[in-house]
């Protein structure tokens, strides 16, 4: 029965404590064979006025969005083609790797990139699932791609994967798995 105990300074909300107990809860079950009813945390919280570090009061760090967030407010963006808005959710030195290892490091060349392999394109999500990572966590996001081809057919049901790597509330890389090709040679 592996017992967790974290002390916070008072102040993050409700759904902040609860997900930073369910990721506890997880890293106890990833090294630990228990099951999840046997792990039990226990948020201490101190008010502001009692806790100081370095000899100065501190007060809370502000929580992160859920990396999956983050990667679904991306792919909206890129979705819209709003390429401002998905480059301020990027790291520098971010870079993008499509099948056949083709990679790029700025939005606007994966877009110059795919005019010539369809015309319009768009997800539809199955899931995501989201796991800590050394600096981060990865984002795994699961669906099926539809849209247009160059000649303007329609396709619909190409499966794909995107792996996200986030850290510090940023992207730091995507990886993309998808049938295009083998659809598009139909």
Known sequence: MPIVTATLIEG???DT????SRALTDAVR??????????????????ADNYMRGGQRRVPGPPRPPASQTVRDFL????????????????????????GGVVFGRLEELVA???????????????FEEFPVDGGAAV??????????PDGRPFDGIRFIDRFTVADG???DQRVWNDLAEAAGR
Not at 35 to 43: G, I, M, R, S
Not at 113 to 127: C, F, G, M, P
Not at 140 to 149: D, K, V
Request: charged share 25%; net charge neutral.
């Open 12 to 14: 993050y909300d409700a």
């Open 17 to 20: 404590r609860a997900r930073l």
């Open 30 to 47: 990833s090294v630990i064979d228990a099951p999840v009813e046997a792990v039990t945390v226990v948020l201490n919280e101190v008010p």
């Open 76 to 99: 909206a963006a890129m979705e819209r083609r709003d390429l401002a808005a998905a480059g301020a959710l990027l790291a520098d030195g971010f870079t993008m790797t499509f099948p």
């Open 113 to 127: 990139w795919a005019r010539d392999r369809y015309a319009a394109i768009a997800k539809t999500y199955e899931r």
């Open 140 to 149: 795994y996001c699961f669906g099926t791609l539809h849209g247009q081809w």
């Open 170 to 172: 940023k992207l730091a």
